[in-house]
């Protein structure tokens, strides 16, 4: 441990701190709707992927030698391995021609994104991106069901389903 980790201790607290209330509270929209991700895993992966990116801009630091292209590719890995528990809570129903949970999933990718951009301290980044997401969740489906009003389904789709394609 360097001499100097602890004169960094309030910025840490600050970055893991943010990524956990954010990812809280798009977690808390997701327990509101009763889905499988909510509060407590929303924000431990925004804390995770905080954490992972707050370690690698610190080797970053700590090793003069080292590019940003580690830091890149540390920020894929992350997303990419985090799209996997969001596959996690996609469900594909027999009886109708219906996914589910697939707010959920993009739900857990962007709280990751927010961790990452909060590990990175990009505050007005994350800041726009959260209240962003906040919206889409909270005036999304209000939206969709407006445009289904005025723009039904055809009669066909409605009783049926979207028709079978193969591939």
Not at 73 to 80: A, C, E, F, P, Y
Not at 96 to 109: D, K, L
Not at 110 to 116: E, F, I, N, R, Y
Request: charged fraction near 15%; hydrophobic fraction near 45%.
């Amino acid at each position: 441990m360097y001499a100097n980790d602890f004169d960094e201790f309030p910025q840490i607290l600050l970055r893991l701190g943010a990524a956990m209330l954010l990812g809280g509270a798009i977690g808390a929209n997701r327990d509101l709707h009763h889905k499988p991700a909510g509060l407590r895993v929303l924000a431990l992966v925004s804390i995770g992927s905080a954490l992972v990116t707050m370690l690698m801009l610190n080797a970053s630091a700590r090793q003069p030698t080292m590019t940003y292209d580690g830091l890149s590719r540390v920020i894929q890995g992350t997303l990419q391995g985090i799209g996997f528990l969001g596959a996690g809570v996609i469900m594909h129903t027999q009886s109708r021609y219906e996914i589910h949970g697939m707010t959920t999933a993009a739900s857990i990718w962007v709280t990751s994104a927010l961790g990452v951009a909060c590990g990175m301290g990009l505050w007005a980044h994350t800041l726009a991106a959260f209240f962003v997401s906040v919206t889409v969740l909270t005036l999304g489906r209000y939206i969709e069901k407006t445009i289904l009003r005025i723009s039904p389904l055809p009669k066909d789709e409605q009783a049926h389903g979207p028709p079978e394609r193969s591939l």
